[in-house]
């Protein structure tokens, strides 16, 4: 499994849609400071589920949309889809390739798709959840998160290894069965 592409539009300060293409190996991505190398990150997180604005360097998840410049209007929405090339099925679905899409309207409302079909949010993490990507990642390792595991408390340093073990998704049903 590899990350084949990723598609970027109205997010952060991506205005123009724009595309990266990824190929097996290392990718660096450079540039002068502020010019949106870690928006790219953020958009990765993002595609892949991420909830808190915080962790996206934000106030609020409606920051994530494009807020104009002194040249150009803001945007209503933002638009990320990632690319997986999926040949060696890591993935639990039958595709060689997978879409994964989200969409946030500046009404706060969100969507989702797999491969182009409308999904919620659960689909996304549990298709992710046994590859060490998606919810409470340790895939994207911020400056200041190997101190977090060093330093955390038993219960969090548990639910490190209960997502590395691929126990989360259990309790994540679970939680979701005792609610309904
Ligand atoms: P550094 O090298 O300093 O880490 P960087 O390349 O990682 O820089 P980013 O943090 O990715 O830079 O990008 C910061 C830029 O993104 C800022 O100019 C900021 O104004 C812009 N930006 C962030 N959110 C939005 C938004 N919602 N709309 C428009 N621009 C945004
Ligand atoms: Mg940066």
Redesign the pocket.
């Known amino acids: 499994m590899h990350l084949k592409s990723l598609t970027i539009k109205g997010f952060?300060?991506f205005a123009e849609p724009t595309t990266l293409q990824f190929e097996p190996g290392v990718t660096c991505v450079v540039?002068?400071?502020?010019?949106?190398?870690?928006?790219?990150v953020?958009a990765l997180a993002w595609v892949m589920g991420e909830q808190g604005a915080k962790s996206l360097?934000?106030g609020s998840m409606e920051?994530?949309?494009?807020?104009?410049?002194q040249s150009r209007g803001p945007l209503g929405r933002a638009e990320v889809s990632l690319t997986i090339d999926n040949s060696d099925g890591v993935l639990p679905i039958d595709y060689s390739e997978v879409t994964i899409s989200r969409t946030l309207f500046r009404n706060g409302s969100s969507e989702y798709a797999i491969n182009r079909e409308s999904a919620r949010l659960l689909d996304v993490q549990e298709l992710l959840s046994d590859t060490g990507l998606g919810r409470e990642m340790h895939v994207i390792v911020g400056q200041g998160q190997l101190d977090r595991v060093l330093y955390a408390s038993a219960d969090d340093r548990r639910r490190f290894i209960e997502e590395a073990a691929g126990i989360t998704k259990h309790r994540r049903r679970k939680e979701k069965t005792v609610r309904k």
């Open positions: 952060k300060s540039g002068p400071n502020g010019s949106g190398k870690s928006n790219v953020d360097r934000g920051d994530v949309i494009f807020a104009g410049t």
